[in-house]
Structures are given as structure tokens and as C-alpha cells.
């Protein structure tokens, strides 16, 4: 019988030249936590969807952020739910909005110790679930929305925000949120652009944790998931248009957008493993179905694989505790 002469086992054989190999590491400086926090919450609340993720109160977000810092995270991704919504978001652009006091409140416990982010959209912040105002024919009006993200932009720049993330889809948001920051004089706050953003169905968990019902469908702004071609060209219209960073959303149904986003882009990538693939991974643990921890792990390390620099996860903590044992 003939015997290999390549034998790819050979760098297999012992956990210490398995590693000595690794071609793909998880850190936790990779790491960036979403987290949500609601108005008038005196404590945290469960979402039953996400299984481990509550709705903070102001003191355990407070509590969330100074573990996350502990734990040498890449930073916070704040959400805000406000108790009351209209149709055109105005919780969004209150200075005393729920999203605006979790910034101060954040920023105040961490300071520069972990960068602090805020998701830039209306969709929380509507009753109507879309993340813009809407025209008179009921579709969302892209250039009405941007003044008003722009007021966004600078009201959560205005608290401290180190980083903001726009995530609504619209037509030139990059642009117009660089432009209102630098008018206001926060030029060093960064842009964190969800440029590669589809349609997907794995938001859904998110829907619970944001307490929204969204009218209608988003595929008139977020993008086709049949689609990697529109979502590089997103990546380089939101580079053009001055983002530090670029995101691909959600990230496992969406590894190939991410290896052609970091290909042609020379901006950090960043992926944000969304609720809903957080949802199966914790179902299908909970009924015994797949090993948890391992799965979480080879899902981090798969994104990062495909090209992540970042990686969005609501295991940020946990996996960082993991990744230190
Ligand atoms: C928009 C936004 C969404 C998510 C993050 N930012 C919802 C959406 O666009 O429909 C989803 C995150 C997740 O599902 O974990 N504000």
C-alpha cells in the first residue's frame, strides 16, 4: 500500500501545535456588546426570545457597562426603548431621551476605558416600526429621515457617544450624519456604518427586545438577501462617504458579504451576529440538541474567519469569560 507523504495530521496532533497553527483567534477586544435599555424600568426585564439578554433599567445598563470594561471588551452598543412612541420617533432626538441619558450614563461610569456606541435609527423609537418618518404614500421618506438622523447624530454626540451607528438603510446617511457632526464640532466622534444590511428574518428576537411591531416589511430599504454584489457596493458608497468602520448584517447567513466587504474595503469590518442566530443557538442548546459553549465559540470564530475585525455579539461577555479559562 502507498503511504501519504503529506500528512496535515502531523500539526494536529496536540492542543499545544494546534495552536501554534490557528490561523483565525477570538479576542475579547473583538468584541462589542449590544445591549438594550428601557425607560422607566426600575429593574431589568427578561426577553423571552433571548434567553440571558434582559431590557436594562438605568442601573443594571450602569453595572452591564463597567463588567463589559472589566472585561476588556471592544466596547457597548446601546439601544434604547422609549416608554412612549410616535410616528415620527421623537424619542430619538429628546436630549433627555432614553437613548441620549443611557450615553451619559455610560460615558459618566466608563469614560475612555470602553468605547461607547449607539445605535443611530428610529426604528425604536416609532410606532410604527420603520426606522424613518414616512411619506405621504406610507413608504419611508429617505430624505426627510436624514435631517433627521442628523439630529440624532449630534444630540448623541453632544453626550459623550464615542461611536455611532447607523443602521437604517437610508441614502446617503453617512454623509449627512459627518457633515452634522463636524458642524457641531464632533469631529472625532466615528461613524460606525451598517452598510451591508439585508432584509432578514433572523431580526425577529430583536422585535421583542425592542418592544416594536413593525408595519408592513423593510424591503424597500434594507437590501435583498440574494445580493452580495449591492452589498459590497453599500460598503464602498459608506467608505466614500467618510465611515471609520463598516458593518455586514446579520453575519452567519452572510459570511461570503463579509469576505468581500473585507476584500475591498481597507476600513475595519465589523459583523453584527444578530438576535435571531443568538435565538437558535440558545434553543437548540436549551433542548440538549447542539454543546452551547463550543457553539458559540465556532460561531465567533467564523465570523471572524470570514474577514470580521469586529464582531457584535449579546455573547460578547460570556465569550470573553470563555476565552479566558
Ligand atoms: C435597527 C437595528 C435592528 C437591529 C440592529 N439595529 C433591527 C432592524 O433593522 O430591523 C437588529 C439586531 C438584532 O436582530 O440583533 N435599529
Redesign the pocket.
Given at each position: 500500500m502507498e503511504r501519504p507523504v503529506v500528512r496535515p495530521r502531523r500539526l494536529r496532533r496536540t492542543p499545544a501545535l494546534r495552536a501554534m497553527v490557528a490561523e483565525t483567534s477570538v479576542a475579547a477586544s473583538q468584541l462589542v456588546l449590544?445591549v438594550f435599555v428601557a425607560e422607566g424600568a426600575d429593574a431589568p426585564r427578561p426577553i423571552s426570545s433571548m434567553p440571558g439578554v434582559v431590557q436594562h433599567s438605568r442601573d443594571s445598563l450602569r453595572a452591564a457597562a463597567v463588567e463589559a470594561a472589566e472585561l476588556g471588551l471592544g466596547g457597548i452598543m446601546l439601544?434604547g426603548l422609549p416608554a412612549a412612541k410616535d410616528a415620527v420617533g421623537s424619542g430619538a432626538t429628546d436630549p433627555q431621551g432614553v437613548l441620549t441619558v443611557a450615553v451619559r450614563d455610560v460615558v459618566a461610569e466608563v469614560g475612555d476605558a470602553l468605547p461607547v456606541m449607539a445605535?443611530l435609527?428610529?426604528?425604536?423609537f416609532t410606532d410604527h416600526g420603520h426606522?424613518g418618518v414616512l411619506a405621504a404614500d406610507g413608504g419611508v421618506d429617505n430624505d426627510a429621515t436624514l435631517e433627521v438622523y442628523a439630529e440624532m447624530a449630534r444630540v448623541l454626540a453632544d453626550a459623550g457617544v464615542d461611536v455611532v451607528?447607523p443602521?437604517?438603510?437610508m441614502d446617503g446617511q453617512v454623509a449627512v450624519i459627518r457633515d452634522a457632526l463636524d458642524g457641531a464640532g464632533h469631529t472625532a466622534t466615528t461613524i460606525l456604518a451598517?452598510s451591508a444590511?439585508y432584509a432578514?428574518a433572523?431580526?425577529?428576537?430583536?422585535?421583542e427586545?425592542?418592544d416594536s411591531s413593525?408595519s408592513g416589511d423593510?424591503r424597500a430599504y434594507?437590501q435583498d438577501p440574494g445580493n452580495g454584489r449591492e452589498g459590497v457596493r453599500e460598503a464602498l458608497l459608506d467608505v466614500a462617504e467618510g465611515a471609520d468602520m463598516v458593518m455586514v448584517?446579520?453575519a452567519l447567513a452572510y459570511l461570503d458579504v463579509l469576505r468581500r466587504v473585507r476584500d475591498a474595503v481597507d476600513v475595519p469590518v465589523a459583523a453584527?451576529?444578530?438576535?435571531?442566530?443568538?435565538a437558535m443557538v440558545e434553543a437548540a442548546a436549551a433542548h440538549g440538541w447542539i454543546d452551547r459553549e463550543p457553539a458559540i465559540l465556532e460561531t465567533l470564530t467564523s465570523i471572524r474567519r470570514a474577514g470580521a475585525d469586529v464582531v457584535l455579539t449579546?455573547w460578547a461577555a460570556e465569550a470573553a469569560r470563555l476565552l479566558a479559562r
Open positions: 449590544p439601544f445605535d435609527c428610529l426604528d425604536e426606522c451607528g443602521s437604517g438603510m451598517y444590511k432578514s433572523f431580526y425577529g428576537p430583536f422585535r427586545a425592542v413593525l423593510r434594507q448584517k446579520p453584527y451576529n444578530i438576535s435571531g442566530e443568538y449579546y
